[in-house]
C-alpha cells in the first residue's frame, strides 16, 4: 500500500513521502474501490498454521486469553462480517470518510491473526487469532492499496487511543511531526503501540530507511521471521528491532474466507500485539513501557542482526518471572525464573558484609565448641549459675 504514496510490499504497508505542488482546493472523495473479494473456504486449511504450533500461544489461555483489552487495527478496516470476527468489533472509525470495510483486505489479515474467535470445536477451524477473548477497534486510514493524504494515520492512531490498550500498526511510515504527535498522545494514554519494522525488495537493499512508527522510542518494533526462526530476507535491518514474530507463510481471514501465503512484517506486528493483549489481560497494573520490557525480556533470544531480542514466546511473556525494570537481554526460553543476561557488577559493601558475616559465624561456632566443652565440666566441679557482684568502688 501507498500513503502519500503508499506502497505494498510483502504485505507490509509503507508510508513515503513525495514532493507535489500547492494543492489550492482539495477534490471531491472518490467512491472506493473495492479490491474483489478473495478467500478460500475453511475446509481449505486442513492442519494447524505454523505460526500456532511455533507459538503454542494456546497455552497461555490457561491463564488467559486476553478479556478486559482492546485492541486497534490501524490500517485499511476489518470485515466484521468474517465469521471469526462476527461480533467482535465493538467500533469502527473511518478516516477516509469513505467506508468502514475492508476494501483491500490487509487490515482483515490483520484482525485474525491478533483475535479471530476459536472455532476448533464448533465448526473445525484451525486457525484461530492469539488473544480470542480480546475485543477489536477499527481504525481505518486507507481505502486502498494507495491514499495522497498521510495525515490520515496519525488521525487514526489518536482515536485509536482513546479506545484500546494496544494499537497495531502494520504500517511503514516516514517521520512527521503530526506521526510523533500521535505516537505520544498514545503513550500518554499508556496505549501500547506495536508497529512492523516495515519491508524492502531485493533492489532496495543496502538502501533501507527507517520505518516508523516503530523506530520510534516506547513502540514495540515487530521483525518477520519463517518457519526456522530465522529473519525473513525482505524484513527492514534499518529499522530499530525489538522482538521477531512469524511473518512468513501465514493464513489469516480475509473478508469472504482465508488467505494462504501472506508475507511481510506487517503480520509479524499482529502475533506480537495478540500477546500484548494477552499480557495487558494478565498484569493490568503493567505501564505499556513494562509490557514491552516483558515481552523483550521473555522472548527466545536473538538470531542475528534485525531479530531484536529473537521469536517472542506468549506463555513466558503471561506467566514468566520478570524483575521489574529489566528488558530483554536475549533472554532464553526457560521452566523457572527468567535470566535477563549479563554479569552483575562487582559489589564491594556486599563482599565487605559477607567477610564481617564469615568472620562472626567462625567465632560463633568456636565459642559454642567452647561451652560444649566447659560446661559439663564446670557441673562435675559443682558450679551453680549466680548474680556476678560488683564491688562497691566499681559502680558507675
Known amino acids: 500500500m501507498r500513503v502519500a504514496g503508499l506502497v505494498a510490499g510483502a504485505g507490509c504497508v509503507v508510508l513515503t513521502t513525495a514532493l ?3 494543492v489550492l482546493a482539495a477534490p471531491a472523495a472518490a467512491p472506493a474501490q473495492c479490491n474483489p473479494a478473495q478467500g478460500q473456504p475453511a475446509n481449505q486449511i486442513t492442519q494447524q498454521p505454523w505460526p500456532q504450533q511455533r507459538l503454542d500461544f494456546q497455552e497461555a ?19 466484521a462480517n468474517h465469521p471469526q470476527l462476527r461480533g467482535r468489533v465493538v467500533a469502527s472509525f473511518d478516516a477516509t470518510k469513505t467506508t468502514p470495510n475492508d476494501c483491500f483486505q490487509h487490515g482483515t489479515e490483520v484482525a485474525g491473526i491478533i483475535g479471530a474467535a476459536d472455532h476448533r ?3 473445525g477451524v484451525p486457525f484461530v487469532g492469539v488473544a480470542p477473548g480480546a475485543k477489536l477497534v477499527n481504525a481505518k ?15 487514526a492512531i489518536e ?34 503501540i506495536v508497529a512492523a519494522a516495515g519491508n524492502v525488495t531485493d533492489q532496495q537493499r543496502g538502501q533501507e530507511q527507517k520505518a516508523y512508527p516503530a523506530s520510534y522510542p516506547g513502540v514495540l518494533s515487530v521483525a518477520a521471521a519463517d518457519v526456522n526462526g530465522t529473519i525473513a530476507d525482505f524484513s527492514n535491518l534499518k529499522t530499530r528491532v525489538d522482538v521477531s514474530a512469524p511473518g512468513q507463510g501465514i493464513v489469516s481471514t480475509g473478508p469472504t474466507g482465508y488467505i494462504g ?39 527466545e533470544g536473538g538470531n542475528g542482526t534485525g531479530s531484536g531480542n529473537g521469536m517472542i514466546s506468549p506463555m513466558q511473556a503471561v506467566t514468566g518471572l520478570v524483575e521489574p525494570g529489566q528488558a530483554g537481554a536475549g533472554a532464553r526460553r526457560a521452566a523457572g525464573p527468567i535470566d535477563i543476561g549479563g554479569e552483575l557488577p562487582e559489589d564491594g559493601r556486599t563482599r565487605g558484609i559477607a567477610g564481617v558475616i564469615a568472620a562472626a559465624t567462625i567465632i560463633l561456632a568456636v565459642l559454642v565448641a567452647f ?22 568502688g566499681d559502680k558507675d
Open 20 to 22: 507535489a505542488p500547492p
Open 61 to 79: 489461555w490457561k491463564v488467559t486469553r486476553g478479556e478486559g483489552v482492546t485492541v486497534a487495527v490501524v490500517d485499511s478496516g476489518v470485515s
Open 121 to 123: 470445536q464448533s465448526r
Open 141 to 155: 486510514f486507507t481505502a486502498g492499496e494507495s491514499t495522497s493524504d498521510n495525515t490520515l494515520l496519525p488521525k
Open 159 to 192: 482515536w485509536a487511543a482513546d479506545r484500546a490498550q494496544v494499537i497495531n500498526v502494520s504500517v511503514a511510515a516516514p517521520d512527521t511531526p503530526a506521526l510523533r504527535k500521535a505516537v505520544l498522545y498514545a503513550q500518554r494514554k499508556d496505549a501500547l
Open 261 to 299: 501465503g501472506l508475507g511481510g512484517t506487517s503480520f509479524g506486528a499482529p502475533y506480537a500485539s495478540g500477546v500484548a493483549a494477552l499480557v495487558r489481560s494478565r498484569h493490568k497494573d503493567l505501564t505499556y513501557q513494562q509490557v514491552i520490557d516483558r515481552i523483550k525480556a521473555t522472548a
Open 371 to 392: 561451652g560444649g566443652a566447659v560446661v559439663p565440666l564446670g557441673r562435675r566441679r559443682g558450679w551453680r549459675p549466680g548474680r556476678a557482684r560488683v564491688a562497691a
